[in-house]
Structures are given as C-alpha cells and as structure tokens.
C-alpha cells in the first residue's frame, strides 16, 4: 500500500518553509535577466529542492513529499505530451510543411499583424473546443507559429497570441478542468457559470484582440525562412494529417495522450505513404552503438523540459506538505470581512497559489471550500466566486515565467533553431489575454462590475 507522505516540518520556522520559494525566485529572476532558456529554470527548480532539504527536520519526510509530487497523474500527462508533441510537430516541421504553407500565406499577403491577430482567434476556437490550453499548445504551435514568423511576425508575438488563445480556451470553454472545477467548488450550475463569465472573457479577448492588431512586432520573414531552410513542396501538405487527427479527437472528448499518440501513428502512415520520408530518416542504427532519426531526436531533445517539470512538481509536493497552502488561506481568511474585500481576498488567494503551485486546478480545488464558506457569508453569490477564481488562475499562472504556460510554449519555439527562439521571462509580456484579463479582475472588484447574480 502506498505510505502518505508526513507533514514537514522545518528549522527555522516559517523562513525555513519558504528558504527554497526564495531560492526559486532568486534564480529565477537571474535566468530571466539572462535571458536564458529552458535550462535556467531547470537549474532554479533544482536548487530549490536541494536548499529544502538543509532545513526540513525530517529528512525522510522531505523525500516522501517530493516523490508525492511526482506521483500526480497531471505530472504523467504533461511529460507524456511533451514527448509526444515534440514526435508530431517533428513529423511536421522536417517534412517541408511548415515552409510551403508559409509561402502560401505570404503569397496572399496575409502577413505580420494580421496573421498574429488570426493566430489568436483561431487559438481561442481550438482551446475552447478542446477545453486544454496544454494540448492547444502541441497542436498549434508546430504549424502556425513557425508560419507566423516566416510570413513576418515577431517570434514572441506569435507565441503571445498563442498562449492568449489558450487561456481564453481554459478560462471559458465549459470542458476545461479549470471551469469545471471552480463550478464544483462552489457547486454552481456549470451552464450558468459559463454564461456570466462571458462578461468577463469576452471583453478581455476583445482587447487583447485590438492590441495584437495594433502592437505585434514585425520582422523579416524572409530571413526566417531562410533560417527554416528548404523550399515549398506542396507533397509535404499531406503531413498536416496530424493536427487534423489530433483535433478532431480532442473535440470527441479522447484523451490528450491517446490524441497525440494517434495523431504520430497517421503522420508516420502518411509520410511513408507519400514519400514524405523514408524509414532511415525516421528511425535509423547506423551502428557505433548510435541512434538516429526525427523520432529519436525530438524525442531527446525535449530533455531539458522534462528535468523542469520533474523539479516542479517534486518541488509542488514539498509545498503540500509542508502547510503552505494552510498559512495562505489563513493569511488572507483574515482580509474577508466585507463583499468587496472578500472578493479581493479570492483574488489574491487563488493568484498567490496558482503562481506558487503553476497548476490553476490545484490552486482551486484547495481553496474551494475556504472561499464556499468566506463568499457565503460575505454574501458573494457562487457564480460570482467560481468566475473570479478561475479568471484569477488565468491570469497570474499564465503570467508566471515557470509555469508550463511559458515554459513549453518557450521550448517549443526553439526546436525551430535559434531564430525563432523566444525566452520563457518574455512570453509574460505578450500574453495579451491574461493582461486584459487582470484590467477586468480590477475593474470588477473595484466597481462591482459582474456581481448581480444571474436570474434563475
């Protein structure tokens, strides 16, 4: 049977609690000032695990937490989606479609701004059909971002109108875990909910729309096409099988992970097929002990990913077990007295700990009750309180640099090699959506925009 992990205790008390959050941010901070990739925040992940263990009473304990982390099946899903996405949008990228269809759009002018603005609503659509703003990444960042920059776009634009797509997608779409469980948490009608958090999204997406339009960077395509390397064979269309595949089964409601796995199965099918690729060029023992092959090298290539997320979430078990949690909902219980000041309390709850924890659904589901109980009583009515909590978490985790929100979107740019590369720190700062985002959480607590409750 499997043993619970005990509650930690540290030396030091509270600062020896938070001694590896602090050391997480400290590099953080340094890794973004470099302007590193990926590695920089492995790097920061690790160090905060390590310096823990200097403080925490029970060693034994500490370990049990960190494997805790390990063992939630969303870890699973997200390292098995990493590997699997980097296989298909391989299967894309080295096939010549990303090219073709590039000089397609830029021979119909369809270029720069406008094209990072489509990028955007096409975004919203796919993850609010979807309802995964993870699996939105896999799907349309092998193929529209890559297109995006060639046809003109500032790399870290076409990746900001893509993570602002799929926070729309996850705050709004009624099958996105985040909307499903803050309905259940404040046991509001699902139907309900996401009708009265048009109010609140569709102004945002609004905004976040004109300013794509207006203020994307453009670049020289063409030498982002250069950079691609290869010419336009229209054959290598035949490849985009993929996200086709992996769309419409997400749209029935399969699993992302059966999705993807399907999605590679018909790119592999299809490109040999057509002659697309031979087998050498998939999989290839050349001898020496060696390996070679697009499946192997997206394969290794998402290594530094995957150290990420495995420190994250060893580093999330920590903090379940070491009460942090317990203090932020105590902390700011104490704010709660009035509606307007209970309102700002679930923002700044829910904010607090979907940043630290860089999962919206974990942060919900641990102060679902709290804020039940404080709303209740303050008499903020439970759609009120399901719309700011989720709208929270799609600001403030999708702001945060560490998170897989600007982390896999990040490394997903730079398989494309070094021009299209785009920092984790600067995905925060395109993330148009979510900005907009926080303009509306400040409006609505401050004036009470959004409140009336709906009729029933």
């Known amino acids: 049977m499997e043993r619970k992990a005990e509650r930690i205790e540290f030396h030091l008390g509270k600062a020896g609690k938070l001694a590896p959050l602090i050391v997480a941010a400290v590099m953080i901070g340094w890794a973004a000032v470099g302007q590193s990739n990926v590695n920089g925040y492995v790097l920061a992940f690790f160090a905060a695990l390590v310096t823990g263990i200097i403080f925490a009473k029970n060693e034994k304990a500490y370990g049990e937490a960190m494997v805790s982390g390990l063992c939630k099946p969303m870890f699973a899903v997200i390292v098995l989606a990493v590997i699997l996405a980097a296989i298909s949008g391989k299967l894309i990228s080295a096939s010549g479609a990303v090219q073709t269809v590039a000089a397609y759009v830029v021979a119909a002018g369809f270029t720069g701004k406008l094209f990072v603005a489509a990028t955007f609503l096409i975004t919203c659509l796919l993850a609010f059909a979807t309802g995964t703003s993870v699996g939105t990444y896999f799907v349309v960042i092998p193929i529209l971002f890559p297109v995006g920059v060639m046809a003109g776009a500032a790399p870290e634009f076409m990746i900001g109108a893509i993570v602002s797509g799929a926070a729309f997608g996850d705050n709004l779409g009624p099958i996105s875990d985040t909307t499903i469980a803050s309905s259940a948490t404040q046991h509001a009608d699902l139907g309900t909910v996401v009708e009265t958090r048009t109010r609140y999204s569709l102004p945002a997406a609004a905004g976040a729309f004109i300013l794509f339009l207006l203020f994307s960077k453009t670049t020289d395509g063409n030498a982002a096409m250069e950079a691609a390397g290869g010419e336009a064979n229209p054959i290598s269309l035949v490849m985009l099988v993929i996200p086709v595949v992996i769309i419409a089964l997400c749209m029935m409601r399969k699993h992302l992970i059966t999705a993807l796995s399907w999605g590679i199965l018909a790119g592999v099918a299809v490109g040999l097929l057509f002659g697309v690729y031979t087998v050498d060029e998939l999989i290839s023992y050349p001898g020496g002990f060696s390996v070679s092959g697009a499946i192997i090298e997206s394969i290794t290539g998402t290594a530094g990913t995957v150290a990420m997320l495995i ?146």
């Open 311 to 456: 420190a994250v979430f060893a580093l999330l078990g920590v903090l379940e077990h070491s009460g942090l949690f317990e203090d932020v909902r105590g902390l700011l219980e104490r704010f709660a007295k009035t509606e307007r000041s209970t309102e700002a309390t679930i923002v700044l709850s829910v904010g607090i700990l979907s940043m630290v924890t860089g999962v919206i659904s974990v942060a919900i589901v641990a102060l679902g009750d709290l804020i039940d109980e404080m709303g209740e009583k303050a008499g903020v009515n439970r759609y009120r309180r399901a719309n700011l909590m989720d709208c929270t978490g799609c600001v403030f985790c999708f702001l945060a640099p560490w998170t897989v929100h600007c982390v896999i979107p990040a490394q997903q740019s730079a398989q494309f090699g070094e021009a299209f590369a785009v920092a984790p720190a600067s995905v925060p700062f395109v993330n148009y959506y979510s900005l907009c985002m926080l303009v509306m959480l400040l409006v609505a607590v401050i004036t009470g925009y959004g409140r009336k409750a709906p009729r029933k």
